[in-house]
């Protein structure tokens, strides 16, 4: 599953049963322009930045006070690489990773643990050649698919990982 | 004895007390002309004098840089008084309240925090620009950020999101302008800032836990330590740097 199918389910879907912990996947709404720095405006920056920043705190509020105790959160690889003329993409993404890792700080205690998982900025952005290469390596997988790791972090098996960031691009970022 | 910055001007915005007053200090030991960017003059102005009185050249502008319009005066003034800008050095920063994320009380948080480190380093970015493109492989963007914006932080989460957002924005920023030879780092410090000073004060226990946790054994000093690593990468030196966090903690934080 990319970035973009993860974006055309529910942005937060929780299920729960006898044998599985209640659970959260959020995949944050980022704005896929590629836009020159200097041009960006206050508005868009606003956009950018704001909206998928307080969307996300407010999934994970609502996921807290819900009794999820599996929170996984999905972004582009952009948020560790930064992108030419994603700025505006790679500062949210960055910033809802680093919240993954201070909820995981302050929940752990709640049995509660959260981790993101990073993709291929392809499912992200609309023209990802422009950010630049992510590695000067190529990929070393041909395929890539993060559902199965999305299972197992929102299941009991996972219960000992938290605060991480596992990225599932192919083994273009190392 | 001629100094590494002679005939640079930088603007250090937070450079009314802490980590800015340490940096614009030794930006202008090196022979800068700095701009102590406060957004109190009462506490910017001491500070420019004091660094004249000590042979260097440095004037207070009162800046908020939470506003656009605040950053475009300081950069228009800078470059009118002097000719160029080849060094934005973004520290100001206020907000870092300790809170939980499942509480309410986060959006009154995050306002602050998001203002003055996120739209702050935006600002600051934005409008020196075109004078970091003249100034070419001398142009430089430093973004003072946090070991907690790598980390994370059980304390004080949403400090941790904006500060890794700018290390965010100088890794892209890194790649968008290199090719006019700018180049755009992070400073992550541990550095006896008023703030932890004051926070020693509170709580004695909090300086030994983190001298116990720090290999070199001690807090850093915002001129000597902070300001040094500035210094480099504003110099000629850090040419060939860019896009990097220099985590300056005393070696407290070695995950990078």
């Known amino acids: ?174 | 004895m001629s100094g590494r910055l002679d005939g640079r001007v930088a603007i250090v915005t937070g450079a009314g007390q802490g980590v800015g007053e340490g940096i614009a200090r030794r930006l202008a030991a090196e022979g800068a002309h700095v701009v102590v960017a406060a957004r109190r003059a009462e506490t910017g102005e001491p500070v420019a004098a004091s660094i004249v009185a000590a042979g260097g050249s440095a004037v207070c502008i009162e800046t908020d840089v939470a506003e656009r319009a605040s950053v475009e005066v300081c950069v228009r003034d800078t470059v009118e008084c002097h000719g160029a800008l080849h060094v934005m050095v973004h520290n100001a920063f206020t907000g870092a309240i300790g809170h939980r994320l499942e509480d309410t009380v986060v959006e009154r948080h995050w306002e602050a925090m998001s203002r003055t480190a996120v739209w702050g380093s935006f600002y600051c970015a934005q409008a020196a620009y075109p004078h970091l493109v003249a100034a070419g492989a001398q142009g430089r963007l430093i973004l003072v950020t946090s070991p907690s914006g790598v980390e994370g932080s059980a304390n004080i989460p949403l400090y941790s999101s904006v500060k890794a957002a700018q290390r965010a924005m100088a890794k892209s920023l890194a790649r968008e302008w290199g090719h006019h030879g700018i180049t755009a780092n992070c400073i992550a410090p541990v550095a006896g800032s008023p703030a932890l000073v004051s926070a020693f004060e509170r709580n004695p226990a909090l300086r030994e836990a983190i001298e116990a946790r720090t290999p070199l054994g001690r807090v850093g000093h915002i001129t000597d330590d902070i300001g040094s690593v500035a210094l480099f990468l504003a110099s000629d030196d850090a040419g060939y740097v860019t896009g990097q966090t220099i985590v300056c903690d005393g070696g407290s934080f070695l995950g990078l």
């Open chain 1, 1 to 174: 599953m990319t970035g973009r199918e993860l974006a055309e389910v529910p942005f937060a879907c929780m299920r729960g049963d006898a044998t599985r912990p209640a659970w959260v996947v959020i995949r944050p709404e980022f704005d896929p322009c590629a836009r020159p720095f200097h041009t960006i405006t206050d508005e868009q920056w606003g956009v950018a930045w704001e909206t998928p920043m307080r969307d996300v705190i407010a999934q994970m509020q609502a996921a807290f006070h819900a009794g999820a105790r599996r929170i996984v959160i999905v972004v582009p690889t952009t948020a560790m690489s930064g992108g030419s003329r994603f700025a505006h993409v790679a500062a949210p993404a960055e910033g809802v990773r680093l919240l993954v890792k201070s909820a995981a700080r302050q929940w752990g205690h709640h049995g509660i643990t959260v981790n993101a998982v990073a993709l291929s900025p392809d499912g992200f952005l609309d023209e990802p050649d422009l950010a630049g290469p992510t590695s000067l390596a190529p990929a070393a997988l041909p395929t890539t698919d993060a559902s199965a790791l999305i299972e197992f972090l929102c299941s009991d098996a996972s219960g000992d990982v938290t605060g991480q960031t596992i990225v599932v691009d192919g083994g273009v970022w190392m």
